[in-house]
């Protein structure tokens, strides 16, 4: 457990070298702390000791170590205010009520991405989780529509039909009917396999121009059942970052941002917003992520950040919960 004078040197050491990336000198701070520098420097050295800072090479400078990140984090962080420009940035979203909520989580995490720099990742609920519940049709010409795909959790889908030939508009109600009636109940993932071997046939014997609505329909649907559950915004953000220019790394994390697979392991499944720095997380050693599970309509689902170690904690705690609290109330 650190001394007051203890934790304020860690905490800015930590706060100077999240602005700066560059090692903090034992000089640059005995005038914010008002000390000589050999009681700064015999402090640095508490700190050392107790591995919260760390050397990078031969300047005399230090830097948080992963436990001096985890301490600050724990016991000497607090959330930071989000600023005047941050929240109507994101307001303007919630309150837009032509944004499907799919759209308005992506779009506000992409804006976090942007403010600070950061990747982030949406994993949206997994496709098996959700059931259609309904399917609904829009015209927007005569050559194209709209589909809107309604689940058991409410979660809602809405997928653009193109029609290559010339249909009536009553075939398009009768098929529609009939994929109703057929694909109700169906796990999401499942209905691709459901219209090619039960509604297809079905449709033949009632539709004219059945090929031609079968194919279109069969496209949506196929795009929505194995369209990815992961979205990812900013990935090259990340790779600005100091801690990034080294071609190893670069292709490293790159390679691990083009792997669904590793990229879905970041699913939270515990409540609140929380902080997985280095070796913590699964991702990559060299990254910090912020990450908060979120529950719509009994869908569970994750938004995260992913940045360097040396991350604004306090502000990236902030919008998240910001993000969390609009989009489940």
Do not use: W
């Amino acid at each position: 457990m650190l001394n007051q004078r203890q934790s304020e040197l860690l905490k800015l050491i930590v706060e100077d070298y999240i602005k700066t990336a560059r090692p903090v000198s034992s000089n640059s701070l005995c005038e914010i702390m008002n000390c000589s520098s050999a009681t700064v420097r015999n402090e640095m050295s508490v700190l050392e000791q107790n591995e919260l800072i760390e050397k990078t090479h031969i300047s005399s400078g230090r830097i948080p170590s992963e436990k001096g990140y985890r301490y600050y984090v724990d016991r000497i962080m607090k959330p930071k205010e989000i600023t005047g420009d941050d929240m109507l940035k994101l307001q303007t979203l919630f309150y837009n009520n032509s944004l499907m909520l799919d759209d308005t989580i992506i779009r506000s995490m992409e804006i976090i991405s942007e403010i600070t720099n950061y990747t982030a990742i949406v994993l949206g609920p997994e496709s098996n989780e959700n059931k259609v519940s309904k399917v609904e049709v829009f015209p927007l010409s005569d050559k194209r529509l709209v589909a809107l795909v309604v689940t058991d959790k409410g979660h809602v889908e809405h997928r653009n039909i193109v029609i290559e030939g010339h249909v009536t508009s009553e075939e398009i109600k009768r098929t529609v009917e009939l994929i109703n009636k057929l694909i109700i109940g169906t796990p999401i993932n499942e209905v691709s396999s459901k219209l090619e071997f039960e509604v297809k046939p079905v449709i033949a014997k009632y539709v004219k121009q059945h090929e031609v609505l079968y194919n279109a329909f069969y496209n949506a649907f196929s795009d929505f059942s194995t369209s990815p559950n992961v979205v990812m915004k900013g990935a090259s953000h990340i790779l600005m970052q100091p801690e990034f220019n080294d071609i190893d790394k670069i292709r490293d994390i790159v390679s691990k941002f083009d792997d669904n697979e590793i990229v879905s392991s970041i699913k939270e499944e515990d409540n609140g917003i929380n902080i997985y720095i280095g070796s913590e997380n699964e991702f990559d050693d060299n990254v910090t992520i912020i990450k908060t599970k979120y529950e719509i309509n009994g869908n569970e689902g994750t938004i995260a950040l992913i940045g360097p170690k040396r991350m604004e904690y306090d502000r990236v705690i902030s919008l998240l919960d910001y993000i969390k609290k609009n989009i489940e109330r």
